[in-house]
Structures are given as structure tokens and as C-alpha cells.
């Protein structure tokens, strides 16, 4: 279990896989997006689902373990911000896969899992290099979540990443340094 001085390891390896694993998608979706990167879609799908294995289980160990405990007291003004930043954090990292298999899955293109289909693709019998979606609405709204999750989620990053850097520079807790295990 977590403590004010150690964290346990399943909340340390949990949090950087989630991290990592979710810096890196909205890096490479950022790409494909401005690139028109379709030949990675296949890749950024199969992690997607990967990691949201990694998200759940993070978020049972997090709801069974609790909260981590501050090293010290902060002004309740910090207290606020580390609160909407981690709920930001944590609601993003639900609704970016779940985003990505609406949009995926029911716009028709499928949901692989490193050559496996989770969910066919569905092609068009009259061009069968178009798909037809299964439903089209609630595949727009997965786009549209996803690609405001993934902005809102970046921005929450970014903040959260500043704010271990407060800890660790100005402040010169051992917040970081209890989340990177020492």
C-alpha cells in the first residue's frame, strides 16, 4: 500500500505505463492527424485497447489503495488544482479509448488488436475500399470527444508534468522522487 514516504510499485509501474503508454498515443495521433498517417491507424488501435487494460487496472488499485497521501501540507489552492488535474487525468485516460472504439468501431472501420478483429471492419458491397458505418451518429460524437478529450488530455499532461516539477525544483519535496520509487 501507498504511504507519505514510499509508494508501493504497483501504483509506480501502473502509473508510468499509463503515462508513457498515453503520452506516446496522443504524440502519434497528433501525427497521424496532421500527417495523414493512415498506415499507422492499425498500431495506434491495438495500443489503444491495449492500454485501457492498464487504465482500468489503474483505476481499481487507485479506488482499493485510496489516494496517495502529500508529503507535506499544501495551500488548499494546490490541493484544488492537483485534484481537477488528476480527475482530468483520469477521466481522459477513460474516454480516449473509449472515444477512439466508438468512433473505429461504429464508424465501420473496425477495431483490430495486432492483427486480430476485435470488431470487423464493414466494408461497402458496392467498394469494398469504403466502409459503411454502423452508426454514424454515435461515431461522429466518439470523433468529437476524441479529438477534445485528446486536447483537454494534453493539456492536463502538460500541467501535471509542470506541477512534479514544482515538487521537485522550487519546492524540493520528495514528490517525484517518491513516484519514481526512491
Given at each position: 500500500?501507498?504511504?507519505?514516504?514510499?509508494?508501493?510499485?504497483?501504483?509506480?509501474?501502473?502509473?508510468?505505463?499509463?503515462?508513457?503508454?498515453?503520452?506516446?498515443?496522443?504524440?502519434?495521433?497528433?501525427?497521424?492527424?496532421?500527417?495523414?498517417?493512415?498506415?499507422?491507424?492499425?498500431?495506434?488501435?491495438?495500443?489503444?485497447?491495449?492500454?485501457?487494460?492498464?487504465?482500468?487496472?489503474?483505476?481499481?488499485?487507485r479506488a482499493k489503495?485510496?489516494?496517495?497521501?502529500?508529503?507535506?501540507?499544501?495551500?488548499?489552492?494546490?490541493?484544488?488544482l492537483s485534484k481537477?488535474?488528476?480527475?482530468?487525468?483520469?477521466?481522459?485516460?477513460?474516454?480516449?479509448?473509449?472515444s477512439g472504439m466508438?468512433?473505429?468501431?461504429?464508424?465501420?472501420?473496425?477495431?483490430?488488436?495486432?492483427?486480430?478483429?476485435?470488431?470487423?471492419?464493414?466494408?461497402?458491397?458496392?467498394?469494398?475500399?469504403?466502409?459503411?458505418?454502423?452508426?454514424?451518429?454515435?461515431?461522429?460524437?466518439?470523433?468529437?470527444?476524441?479529438?477534445?478529450?485528446?486536447?483537454?488530455?494534453?493539456?492536463?499532461?502538460?500541467?501535471?508534468?509542470?506541477?512534479?516539477?514544482?515538487?521537485?525544483?522550487?519546492?524540493?519535496?520528495?514528490?517525484?522522487?517518491?513516484?519514481?520509487?526512491?
Amino acid at each position: 500500500m501507498d504511504t507519505q514516504t514510499a509508494l508501493s510499485k504497483q501504483t509506480i509501474v501502473l502509473h508510468w505505463i499509463v503515462a508513457i503508454g498515453m503520452i506516446v498515443m496522443l504524440a502519434v495521433g497528433v501525427y497521424m492527424e496532421e500527417n495523414k498517417a493512415y498506415e499507422l491507424y492499425p498500431l495506434h488501435k491495438s495500443f489503444g485497447v491495449l492500454i485501457v487494460v492498464f487504465v482500468l487496472w489503474r483505476i481499481y488499485w487507485r479506488a482499493k489503495n485510496g489516494w496517495p497521501t502529500p508529503v507535506r501540507q499544501y495551500r488548499p489552492v494546490e490541493i484544488k488544482l492537483s485534484k481537477i488535474v488528476h480527475w482530468l487525468l483520469i477521466i481522459g485516460t477513460i474516454l480516449m479509448p473509449i472515444s477512439g472504439m466508438m468512433m473505429s468501431g461504429l464508424g465501420g472501420h473496425g477495431i483490430p488488436l495486432f492483427g486480430l478483429e476485435l470488431v470487423a471492419r464493414n466494408p461497402d458491397p458496392a467498394d469494398p475500399s469504403k466502409v459503411i458505418a454502423l452508426n454514424e451518429t454515435l461515431a461522429q460524437a466518439g470523433k468529437a470527444m476524441h479529438g477534445l478529450g485528446g486536447n483537454i488530455l494534453i493539456a492536463a499532461v502538460l500541467l501535471h508534468i509542470a506541477g512534479a516539477l514544482k515538487h521537485h525544483m522550487i519546492d524540493k519535496d520528495n514528490t517525484l522522487k517518491r513516484m519514481i520509487g526512491k
